[in-house]
Nanobody
Framework: QVQLVESGGGSVQSGGSLRLSCEPR????????MAWFRQVPGKQREEVAG???????SYADTVKGRFTISRDDVKNMLYLEMNSLRPEDTAVYYC??????????????????WGQGTQVTVSS
């Protein structure tokens, strides 16, 4: 059974930083098949950062230059470094992993495992 365990959310002031972590327990595919999403109540879940088919990091336009996705294949961890946070970054952040190689990289249209979500709140 796959379990994605997220940590690192919290409350910060505008301009602050947070680092999210995701531990994929029981997941046998590459961390290149994982990504970060976020969701605001009443809005659709959106992809924040992930990897393209060539293994290069890809980002939503709204976070480019501020967020950095990384992975540690030794520790089997996925990270999201978030800098220069803005109030509009406030959301529940989710780690996602495609259920198989056919669902890689994960998008809102693929079949994914999801973490429980971690709240990020940025105050002005």
């Amino acid at each position: 059974q796959v379990q994605l365990v997220e940590s690192g959310g919290g409350s910060v002031q505008s301009g602050g930083s947070l680092r999210l972590s995701c531990e994929p327990r029981g997941y046998t595919y590459s961390s290149l098949c994982m990504a970060w999403f976020r969701q605001v109540p009443g809005k659709q879940r959106e992809e924040v950062a992930g990897w393209d088919s060539n293994g290069r990091a890809s980002y939503a336009d709204t976070v480019k230059g501020r967020f950095t996705i990384s992975r540690d294949d030794v520790k089997n961890m996925l990270y999201l470094e978030m800098n220069s946070l803005r109030p509009e970054d406030t959301a529940v952040y989710y780690c996602a992993a495609g259920v198989s190689s056919h669902h890689c990289p994960p998008t809102t249209r693929t079949q994914n495992h999801w973490g429980q979500g971690t709240q990020v709140t940025v105050s002005s």
